[in-house]
């Protein structure tokens, strides 16, 4: 028998014949893009849904991040942090900004708002922090010392779908937050992602800077991206918003399965449920620390010889990639934290469609 290969994660899909109609529409009306009846549904309906005030469609988070920069006319410097995906970073060198790296903090991975201050100059101009995993960030600190020192603040909220702090939207924090809908994520239309911001002014200009700049037949007012989702993605949208809240529930379910089973493990532990929030349980991340009797390169091979793919996000640390490590900041000296948790993590395979056996068959292979 071939063995059942296992991914760290798996797209949810609905059954193709439920995208049919969707398909049909599109057929009927010819309309493929440019804001359409489907890219306008899914604004609306994800306003809701989320329960935020704006929302902007677009193709996908990496084009919506650079955007969002160049909506608020971010330059000079910018406090992130390393521990992310490589986008993040990235979005600030395709505008000529540069990234200046901030630890994480041990418990949540998220930047470290107490080492901020320290790294401000006459430069810095705004703080790009991650809800990574998920995890809150600490906006209360962050937007105190935002507003000390007049930074705007963007989250990069990729990992963020419907997650909530005490009742409320984590993608109402901030100046600007962003999602994506990529086929990985929890809410997936293909690619895809979004801006979410405060107020329409806001919304409208990043609605023309994401269509070349063009606001009428004959004005272009910015130089504008071509950053607008298709018919297509957002029409997929607004039928996988139908299935999301059962594929949270199952997702919940293998969440509360790992963490009882890995209970107890020396060397290994899971991040904590974050305190007074509503998760999306997008992710499974683990630590293998030094009591444990593996390396975590180890165990990560371990899983991958009995057809196991976990996935070492987020290892390389981006301080550690070519264009970056020559920063002041990229030194590993300033990162310890985030240097640790990138050689530990491992995040465990996590998808609604993955069976308890699985996870059983997985935390064995911990175990022992
Ligand atoms: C997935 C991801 C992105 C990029 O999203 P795309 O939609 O693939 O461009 C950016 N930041 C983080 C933290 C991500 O996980």
Redesign the pocket.
């Known amino acids: 028998m071939v063995e059942k290969l296992i991914h760290v994660t798996e797209p949810t899909l609905p059954p193709l014949e439920d995208f049919v109609p969707y398909l049909e529409k599109i057929w009927k009306s010819k309309v493929l893009t440019n804001g359409g009846p489907f890219h306008q549904q899914l604004e609306a309906a994800l306003c809701e849904f989320l329960e935020v005030k704006y929302i902007c469609l677009?193709a996908?988070?990496?084009?919506?991040?650079v955007t969002a920069l160049q909506s608020l006319r971010i330059t000079g410097e910018v406090i992130t942090t390393p521990y992310?995906?490589?986008?993040?970073t990235h979005?600030l060198l395709w505008n000529g900004i540069k990234p200046v790296f901030n630890d994480i903090c041990p418990h949540n991975l998220n930047l470290d708002a107490s080492k901020i201050e320290s790294l401000i100059t006459p430069q810095t101009t705004a703080i790009m922090p991650?809800h990574?995993y998920g995890t809150p960030c600490d906006v209360d600190a962050i937007q105190k010392i935002a507003d000390e020192y007049n930074l705007k603040v963007i989250y990069?909220?990729?990992?963020a779908f419907g997650v909530k702090r005490r009742q409320e939207s984590i993608l109402n924090f901030g100046d600007l937050s962003?999602?994506?809908?990529?086929a990985?994520?929890v809410f997936n239309t293909f690619?895809?992602?979004a801006i979410i911001c405060q107020d329409k002014k806001t919304k409208e200009r990043i609605d023309h800077l994401k269509n070349f700049g063009i606001i009428n037949q004959t004005q272009v007012v910015a130089p504008g991206i071509n950053g607008k989702m298709s018919e297509i993605n957002a029409a997929f949208g607004m039928l996988q918003l139908n299935g999301y809240a059962n594929a949270r529930e199952k997702r919940k379910e293998i969440d509360r399965l790992y963490r009882k089973k890995l209970e107890g493990i020396q060397g290994v532990s899971c991040l904590p449920p974050p305190c007074e929030s509503t998760p999306n349980y997008g992710y499974f991340p683990i630590l293998v620390g030094p009591q444990y009797p593996l390396r975590r390169d180890a165990l990560f091979q371990k899983l991958a010889d009995n057809h196991i793919h976990a996935r070492r996000?987020f290892y390389p640390l981006i301080s550690h990639f070519p264009m970056y490590r020559n920063l002041l900041s990229a030194a590993d000296s300033n990162l310890p934290v985030a240097v640790k948790a990138a050689n530990e993590i491992l995040c465990l395979p996590l998808y609604p469609e993955l069976l308890p056996s699985d996870v059983e068959k997985i935390t064995n292979l911990i175990i022992n």
Do not use: M, P, R
């Open positions: 677009f996908n988070a990496t084009i919506a991040l992310s995906f490589v986008a993040t979005s991650v990574c990069d909220a990729a990992h962003i999602l994506s809908f990529h990985t994520k690619e895809g992602g996000y």
